[in-house]
């Protein structure tokens, strides 16, 4: 049996005709309908019997190979016997620019098309047509070309010999995968409890391509639970490739040593960690064009090279194994990550890389996503990391600052400045005496064509413009209004609009207050999802904010750790902001009687710096015979780390930490063992009172859900997990949780307590 390699012809053509040098510049960011809208113009011209979108395929034989070819041409047109293909390019550029010989790639693409259908039809010949179509203007300019069946089958045939060697190499890695995966054991002794479970449903989940919601509390091995499912469908040939989602570099640390621990079983598997662009950037400052950066000057003549180096030794390729490999080929890492990561079979990365339209994987095409699973670790916060991804806004003083600065430089771009700060002047003069003020759908996007022009003059004048204040001014204030006007084009009813008024200062936002829509478009066409966090509670919120429909699968992992590992008290104080003067006196003495009954390491967690402090001055005002330490806003990495350091195992004398609940100490730390031997939550978590906060308390409420729920009460109990999750972290651990708030003991908020924190000793 000769072997299959499958293959789209986009990314065949991609891999033999590359070269030059990486160029970034400025572009228009257009919403990303703008290039199909151009596509759809010209598709709508065709007569009944043409076909759009046509799905083609062929295998060709090479050597001992057989490749299946595929893939989907813009056009076929048919005119009697005579049959064209168009390929359809849409740009923001000047067509005059563009020739024949332009972009080879174009032709290459269309002509494997026309020999895929010749190939099928018995055609003898073939006309293959480019059409250039500007974005805009919607104006079109012309290539075609006529070639027979040898001259087209000639040319695929020499795509492959040209691919021929990557794909032997790539061939032999599939083989050794293959091996390793099937003979993988699970990498532990045993699975803990749960664990089992946990892991079956990721993998039925993959298999029957379902998303699923999971909680999966610590000590579950939430990382290799779901990673060893997602490595055996890849060997059993149901999956591909998986992408692992993570919110914060610690977290892609522990992906990486689940998989070197699977390495150490025999895994074959290439597993490509990415960095964010800003830290792995060899440049002291990051200029992505030849003429300033040597890693991007022929990037794309030297990229071939440097991957098949990299896949010949490494299957692990993190931070380290990308810089040594880029600085050996003198190609850019960030881009040589993202090509290696195109190719990986296992991608660590953050969320945005799959959620975020400016920074998702845009090239991984519609059935390599078939064949993908992510995994999204610690999913809870992909609820405001998607607000954040979807939202945008823009502020006044910046194009304020411009038209002074312009004035003298560039009078169209003066003009456009001028344009967008009238247009807030008149917003503000319109909402006299307020402070702040939902806005109609409408107002925002009455901006729209006033940024675009801005833009179109900003990025001309950005090509010339020195380095310095006014160039940094300007770029910055370029890149908000193109976040803004791409913002504005997803804008749909899971989003509200306002501004804020402050003095001369006008901030007006565009807010995605339901993420829901978008992670689902984003998520779309991928295989699988696998969501999964110790604090998904409710599943039914996060389920309902994720994108998740009410067919998907749900499964809540009970706790591994026994019931004497922890021992919970709850003092029954008001913390709401009202009785916060009364309620520190109980608190500081409630630390002392904790710390000299049940001497240790504790954390001490409060809902804010304010009160936080507030109350450490009580507790100081009694002598304390042990240690305290204070988190401050800020806090340097180093700064953290010798906070951190202070909890120590066999440490003598008590310590206490105080800290802020959502910070920096409340998630993804583990001190295990006697570093940490108590914890106290102070308050439910809820996120301050406030104008925006309460839009979007009105916006759930105006949607049938309960809007204080959304707003408050989930988001804020789920602070209240992550920070009682700091104490227990492996089997031998045990420790003292002490919960401060009378709301504890009310069904609704005692309802998303875990049950291993359940009944607690009230503490009168
Ligand atoms: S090394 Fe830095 S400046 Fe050069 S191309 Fe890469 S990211 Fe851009």
Same mark, same amino acid.
């Given at each position: ?37 151009? *596509? ?40 009697? #016997? ?42 003898? *010949? ?9 974005? !805009? ?15 087209? &089958? ?5 795509? $492959? ?20 995966? !099937?003979? $993988? ?68 640390? @522990? ?27 060899? !440049? ?16 794309? #003549? ?32 960030? &881009? ?41 670790? &610690?999913?809870?916060? @992909? ?19 411009? !038209? ?114 978008? $992670? ?58 009202? #009785? ?11 630390? *002392? ?77 583990? $001190? ?48 209240? @997990? ?43």
């Amino acid at each position: 049996m000769p072997d299959i390699v499958e293959i789209s012809v986009r990314p065949l053509v991609e891999y033999v005709f590359r070269g030059g040098s990486i160029e970034s510049g400025f572009r228009t960011g257009s919403p990303l309908t703008e290039g199909t809208k151009a *596509h759809r113009s010209i598709q709508q011209t065709y007569k009944e019997t043409d076909r759009k979108e046509a799905y083609v395929e062929a295998d060709v034989e090479y050597g001992d190979i057989v490749y299946r070819l595929e893939g989907r041409c813009d056009g076929l047109l048919f005119n009697g #016997d005579e049959v064209t293909v168009e390929e359809i390019k849409s740009t923001a550029g000047q067509l005059e620019l563009i020739t024949e010989e332009t972009y080879p790639v174009h032709w290459a693409q269309a002509q494997c098309y026309a020999y895929m259908y010749a190939k099928a039809d018995g055609k003898d *010949h073939m006309t293959i047509r480019l059409t250039y179509v500007h974005r !805009k203007s919607e104006e079109q300019k012309r290539f075609e070309r006529t070639l027979t069946y040898a001259e087209l &089958e000639a040319f695929v045939l020499m795509l $492959l010999q040209a691919y021929d060697p990557y794909a032997r190499l790539q061939l032999r890695h599939a083989e050794e995968r293959g091996r390793s995966i !099937k003979e $993988l054991p699970f990498p532990f002794e045993a699975y803990r409890q749960g664990q089992r479970k946990f892991a079956g449903a990721v993998y039925k989940s993959i298999a029957e391509q379902k998303r699923l919601f999971a909680r999966a509390p610590t000590g579950t091995g939430k990382t290799i639970s779901t990673l060893f499912p997602a490595v055996k469908a890849i060997g059993e040939g149901v999956l591909r490739r998986l992408f692992y989602l993570t919110a914060k570099t610690t977290t892609r640390t @522990l992906a990486e040593e689940a998989f070197a621990l699977m390495r150490s079983k025999g895994l074959r598997l290439r597993c490509v960690t990415l960095t964010a662009k800003e830290k792995i950037c060899f !440049k002291e400052e990051t200029r992505c064009q030849k003429e300033f950066c040597e890693f991007a000057d022929g990037y794309y #003549d030297r990229i071939n090279g440097a991957l098949s180096d990299l896949w010949s030794g490494e299957t692990a390729i993190n931070r380290e194994v990308i810089e040594a490999y880029a600085r050996k080929h003198r190609v850019c890492p960030f &881009e040589f990550s993202l090509d290696a990561a195109y190719a990986a079979d296992a991608v660590i990365c953050d969320y945005n890389y799959v959620y975020d339209p400016r920074i998702s994987l845009k090239r991984l095409l519609d059935e390599q996503k078939r064949q993908t699973a992510v995994l999204i670790d &610690e999913a809870h916060n @992909l609820v405001d990391r998607g607000r954040d991804m979807y939202s945008a806004e823009l502020i006044k003083s910046p194009f304020l600052e411009l !038209k002074r600065q312009t004035k003298a430089r560039s009078r169209a771009l003066y003009d456009t400045v001028k344009a967008v700060n009238d247009a807030f002047i008149t917003l503000r003069k319109k909402n006299m005496e307020q402070s702040g003020v939902l806005l109609p759908e409408e107002e925002p996007q009455t901006f729209i064509p006033l940024l675009e022009a801005f833009s179109a003059e900003a990025e001309a004048e950005l090509l010339g413009a020195p380095e310095g204040e006014y160039r940094q001014l300007l770029t910055d204030t370029y890149y908000a209004a193109q976040h803004f006007i791409r913002t504005a084009g997803y804008y749909d009813e899971k989003y509200i609009s306002f501004a804020e008024f402050e003095r001369s200062e006008v901030r007006m936002k565009l807010l995605c207050v339901d993420p829901s829509g978008m $992670l689902r478009l984003m998520g779309k066409g991928y295989r699988s999802q696998v969501y999964f966090s110790a604090t998904l509670s409710p599943i039914s919120y996060y389920r309902d904010m994720l994108g998740g429909e009410a067919d998907d699968y749900t499964i809540a992992i009970p706790s591994p750790f026994r019931k004497e590992q922890l021992d919970v008290l709850l003092l029954p104080v008001s913390t709401r902001y009202r #009785d916060r003067e009364r309620s520190k006196e109980p608190i500081a003495a409630m630390l *002392h009687q904790a710390a000299r009954e049940r001497p240790g390491n504790y954390l001490v967690f409060f809902p804010s710096y304010e009160y936080m402090n507030e109350v450490y001055s009580r507790f100081a005002e009694t002598e304390f015979p042990g240690d305290v330490l204070v988190q401050q806003g800020g806090m340097s990495e180093e700064e953290r780390e010798s906070f951190l350091a202070s909890f120590r195992s066999g440490a003598e004398r008590t310590l206490l930490g105080f800290a802020v609940m959502g910070g920096v100490f409340s998630e993804g730390v583990d $001190l295990t063992g006697d570093r940490l031997t108590g914890v106290v939550v102070v308050g439910v978590g809820l996120p301050q009172f406030g104008r925006e906060r309460d839009w979007i308390r009105q916006y759930f409420d105006g949607t049938g859900r309960n809007g204080f729920d959304y707003a408050y009460k989930y988001p804020g109990m789920n602070k209240v @997990l992550q920070a009682g999750g700091r104490l227990i972290r492996t089997e031998q651990d045990r420790g003292t949780l002490v919960l401060v708030d009378d709301r504890f003991l009310q069904p609704d908020y005692n309802a998303l307590l875990p049950e291993e924190w359940k009944p607690a000793t009230i503490l009168r």
